[in-house]
């Protein structure tokens, strides 16, 4: 299973998102903002708002700052390997945005 490291920037309260084994972050690959962007991993920090979900507070949402595009398993939440993650605008139905944390070792 991937690990990945959160850590909140006190000043403004956005978020990385890091993978442990690899050291690379979590982010957008070039291109403008749409339905459909793919996340891909980058060498440089990306600044994320994490929230709790409106519906349901076990879990979050990832989005880009300032903007509804939130961070999406395709395929209406295929969780195979595999499946793309995307930015998509949010819905609130849409439990294929929502994330649930663990604390790692």
């Given at each position: ?8 920037n006190a ?5 990385t998102i890091?993978n442990v084994k ?5 982010g957008?690959?070039?291109g403008?903002l ?15 708002d994490?929230?709790r979900?409106?519906k ?8 880009v700052?300032?903007?509804q595009?939130n961070v999406d398993l395709?395929n209406?939440g295929?969780?195979?390997?595999g499946?793309?993650?995307?930015l998509?605008?949010?819905?609130g139905?849409g ?9 790692g070792e």
């Open positions: 299973m991937t690990q990945w490291e959160l850590q909140q000043g403004n309260g956005q978020w890091r690899v050291k690379t972050y979590l957008i690959e070039e403008h749409q339905d459909g962007l793919r996340l891909c991993a980058v060498e440089s920090a990306v600044a994320w994490i929230s979900d409106g349901d507070q076990s879990v979050n949402r990832i989005s700052p300032g903007s595009y395709t209406n295929d969780a195979k390997n499946t793309v993650i995307a998509w605008t949010k819905w139905d439990v294929n945005q929502t994330w649930r944390f663990h604390m």
